[in-house]
Structure formats: C-alpha cells, structure tokens
C-alpha cells in the first residue's frame, strides 16, 4: 500500500472518526456503529476502506470481528508528511528573512 490509499481513506470523515474512535480502543462494527449515524453496512464499508489503506486489521473474537489500528500504515503516512518537514521550514526561513523586520533585519525604525 501506499501513502495514496491512506490520504484517500483518510479523506472521508466518517472513515476519520472510526480511526480516531479506534486509536482510543479497538471496537466490533457494532459498537462502532452505535456511535455514528450511519448503518452497520456503511460503518463494514467504510472498514474494508481502512483496511486496505493498512490503518485498520480485524481479528475474530467468539461470533464477531473486532477491528484496532494497524500502526504499520500510521507510520508510512507519517514518513510521507515528515518528507516535507524540511522544505516547509527552509521556506518558512525564507519567507521570515525576505519581509521588512524579519530575523536577519537589525535596523530600529
């Protein structure tokens, strides 16, 4: 997978809250679904989604399948928005030095 499936996965907000709801506590479908307004269908949805963009893996527990998060696609994700870090702080330094009053500007006035 890549950091693609994630940022699309990602980009649906009910997919965002079953995420959050996850990191909190892994969770049944059912459990999940009584906490969003939408169906248990959707919420099964919505899971095979995550689960494809490696943030989510399932395990049996008895009759039904409890789903936590998978930190293996949180980190690839994470690896990904890390690779801007440095440019977007070069930029800002730019930026900081160009304008009047910026770091590098000793003059009063």
């Not at 479908?29 to 248990?40: E, F, I, N, T, Y």
């Not at 930026?95 to 003059?107: N, R, V, Y």
């Amino acid at each position: 997978m890549t950091y693609q499936n994630t940022l699309t996965a990602l980009a649906d907000p009910t997919r965002r809250r079953i995420l959050e709801t996850l990191l909190a506590a892994p969770s049944s479908v059912g459990a999940l679904a009584d906490g969003l307004p939408v169906s248990r269908p959707a919420v099964s949805q919505h899971l095979r989604v995550l689960k494809e963009a490696n943030l989510v893996v399932d395990s049996p527990h008895g009759t039904r399948r409890v789903y936590r998060v998978e930190t293996a696609g949180l980190v690839e994700l994470r690896a990904y928005l890390e690779s801007f870090w440095g440019d977007v702080m070069a930029s800002y330094k730019e930026f900081a030095d160009s304008i009047e009053g910026g770091p590098d500007d000793t003059t009063e006035g």
